[in-house]
């Protein structure tokens, strides 16, 4: 059995963490040893590795935060044995097996796409909630975002559609263009300083209600431009890595709000009825192949070091998956 331990953090995420023996302990009546399927590297995670995340595990500390695995061993009760379930949220996911509490195991279809699934507890998450969160948004309605060929621009793309609303997607090279269109992006735009123009231009009286922005900088300022009066821009990343720009005309001659999202806050926040229901839906969709994303490649956890500096990569298009 291994598990990727990172001792220390650095600006070399992949120089932090390696591939580490153990042996599981005896499992307690409400516990359950569960095998890895896939667990995905997301881009927090090498913040996580690199210090810049903003909230930090205590060290040691086991990589990985989301990911599905088959329950291989008992307890006690529980789950069936061969059964594919969820791992739970923030508990060291790269590692070839896990030990659970039964209780926190959250049973998905064994004939959906494991590996799909596998990527369902952020990403599609964040992109469900910022659309549904902050504005009413109708069928017909525009919606803007930069970083459109992240992982949860994908998904917002799909899951705007499911909706019927119409995407406005932007990007930051020309060579990302192909494979947002590939989503089902209604409009992709590389981002620039004729962007609020263009969106006037494509969208008439409609223009977004809603922006999303994961960029920060000067990008967040040209996304607040493109919004209708009175509209409202979300914030849930700093790709860029300098803070939101939005200038004194968007707020105050347009009343343009900007907010910021943080999953781990929201969980920490809403009821459990309210988690199971988006869960539920979006496993649904998952299941359905309504939503799903690209993989991009898949490593095993011995060779955690090579997974972790193909994620930090830029210029990939798709996740990068630690499988056991």
């Known amino acids: 059995m291994l598990k990727a331990q990172y001792n220390e953090r650095g600006p070399v995420p992949q120089k932090s963490i390696t591939a580490v023996e153990f042996e599981a302990p005896a499992l307690a009546n409400d516990e359950a040893l569960v095998e890895l399927i896939a667990s995905p590297i997301n881009p927090s995670d090498v913040l996580t590795l690199t210090g810049e995340y903003g909230i930090l595990p205590p060290?040691?500390?086991?990589?990985?935060?989301?990911?599905?695995?088959?329950?291989?061993?008992?307890?006690?009760?529980?789950?069936?044995?061969?059964?594919?379930?969820?791992?739970?949220?923030?508990?060291?996911?790269?590692?070839?097996?896990?030990?659970?509490?039964?209780?926190?195991?959250?049973?998905?279809?064994?004939?959906a796409d494991p590996k799909q699934l596998a990527m369902m507890t952020i990403n599609p998450p964040t992109a469900?909630?910022?659309l549904e969160e902050f504005v009413d948004l109708k069928p017909g309605d525009w919606v803007i975002q930069n970083a459109a060929n992240s992982g949860v621009g994908s998904y917002l793309i799909q899951l705007a559609k499911i909706k019927g609303l119409k995407t406005i997607n932007v990007v930051r090279r020309e060579s990302a263009v192909e494979g947002v269109k590939a989503q089902g992006a209604d409009v992709v735009l590389v981002d620039g300083p004729k962007l609020a123009k263009q969106v006037a231009e494509l969208t008439g009286d409609n223009q977004p209600k809603l922006g999303i922005d994961a960029v920060g900088g000067s990008s967040t300022d040209r996304v607040a431009a493109s919004l209708a009066m009175?509209?409202?821009?979300?914030?849930?990343?700093?790709?860029?890595?300098?803070?939101?720009?939005?200038?004194?005309?968007?707020?105050?001659?347009?009343?343009?709000?900007?907010?910021?999202f943080w999953l781990a806050r929201w969980f920490r926040n809403a009821a459990p009825e309210k988690q199971k229901a988006v869960f539920g839906q979006i496993i649904q969709y998952v299941a359905e192949g309504k939503l799903q994303t690209k993989i991009h490649a898949e490593y095993p956890v011995s060779e955690i070091k090579q997974a972790v500096a193909a994620a930090a990569e830029g210029g990939r298009e798709g996740k990068i998956l630690v499988v056991a």
């Open 230 to 260: 009175g509209g409202t821009l979300v914030n849930y990343g700093l790709m860029s890595g300098e803070p939101c720009q939005v200038s004194a005309s968007s707020f105050v001659f347009r009343d343009v709000t900007l907010k910021g």
């Open 128 to 130: 469900l909630l910022m």
């Open 59 to 111: 060290l040691p500390a086991i990589g990985g935060n989301e990911g599905v695995g088959k329950i291989v061993k008992l307890g006690g009760k529980g789950p069936a044995i061969g059964q594919t379930v969820l791992l739970p949220a923030g508990s060291g996911t790269w590692a070839t097996h896990m030990v659970c509490k039964t209780a926190q195991l959250i049973p998905v279809p064994n004939e």
